[in-house]
């Protein structure tokens, strides 16, 4: 898949002006210059920071089961501070402006506290995929072709999540240079292979209850999907081409020097006779799984300058 680069400079350039305005009227000098003050006295301590601040959806907050953040701070001993909401889409996140509000806030609250964020993790997309543009891409089993469209694929995640993405990490950057003065660390993630069984966050043999979901299951039915193998080496290309967007887009100049992207797939199994062990339903993982996935977030926060 190719990406554009003009749409890239485009939304770079569109996001730098709108976040500065956005700041200009929530900065005000005294506020600055508290800020300024405060980022003295953490330089002066030198030590290394367990804060982080996260963006994102239910990966990062489940309000009800266990997520990574949890995982996060139970095995890696990290402290968190978050913006970051169920059902929230990577498209929601890059343009409404109390996500930025509210990470503004917490940058400034951790440095009143004596704290530099250690880095910036984001997470977001899998609600944008597996939401309703998910029936657009996926063709009918009974059609010409079946599979999904390569043509609805690549425009939604090579353009529309690519512009998101490219937004809210503008987004962030721009905002930690004017307050810090500096880049903060930026780390992203791609989904490992997700399983689309048809279970939702409350499922009992094969019901589904109250609660979100399933996502992915109600659409494959409907399109003529029944087996689960060939329902999965749909996923997976999806999947891998939402990974190869952050891919390029980590690589871009713009980001290069400080956004990180890590790679999940083929952390957990989505083997269809051990799945289970690691997944609580199509879209997350159980406790298990999300502390795997903590381990990789762990070795690349380690490994930061």
């Known amino acids: 898949m190719e990406y554009s680069a003009e749409l890239i400079e485009e939304t770079i350039g569109e996001s730098e002006i709108n976040t500065r305005n956005f700041l200009e009227h929530r900065l005000p000098p005294h506020t600055a210059a508290e800020i300024a ?11 290394a920071s367990k804060l982080l601040i996260a963006e994102g959806d239910s ?11 949890s995982a ?14 169920p059902g929230h889409t990577i498209k929601h996140m890059a343009h409404d402006p109390a996500q930025l509000n509210g990470f503004l806030r917490i940058i400034k609250k951790a440095l009143r506290g004596g704290q530099k964020p250690r880095a910036i993790l984001l ?14 891409m996926l063709l009918d089993k009974n059609g010409s072709s079946g ?22 990490i503008t987004r962030v950057s721009v905002t930690c240079r004017e307050i810090l003065g500096e880049d903060l660390p930026i780390i992203v993630h791609g ?3 997700v399983v689309p069984d048809g279970r939702g966050v409350w499922s009992i043999m094969g019901f589904n209850g109250p609660l979100p979901g399933p996502w992915l299951g109600p659409t494959f039915s409907s399109k003529g999907y029944e087996d ?21 887009l980590s690589n871009h100049a713009r980001f290069s020097s400080f956004t990180h992207f890590i790679n999940l797939r083929n952390t957990l199994s989505f083997d269809p006779h051990q799945y289970q062990s690691w997944w609580a339903d199509e879209l997350h993982p159980n406790k298990e799984g999300f502390k795997l996935i903590a381990d990789k977030f762990y070795q690349t926060i380690s490994s930061l300058p």
């Open 59 to 69: 990966w990062f907050d489940q309000i009800i089961r266990y997520d990574l953040l």
């Open 123 to 136: 997470s977001g997309g899998g609600n944008d995929v597996a939401g309703t543009k998910f029936e657009e």
């Open 37 to 47: 003050e405060s980022l003295e006295e953490v330089s002066a301590q030198g030590s």
């Open 228 to 248: 689960l193998e060939e329902r999965q080496d749909i996923i997976n290309e999806l999947m891998n081409l939402f990974n190869e967007m952050l891919i390029e």
């Open 147 to 168: 599979g999904y469209s390569p043509s609805i694929a690549e425009s939604f995640i090579g353009e529309e999540l690519l512009s998101a993405y490219t937004h809210i």
């Open 72 to 85: 996060l701070e139970d095995e890696h001993d990290y402290q968190i501070e978050e913006v970051a909401s």
């Open 191 to 193: 989904y490992d292979y």
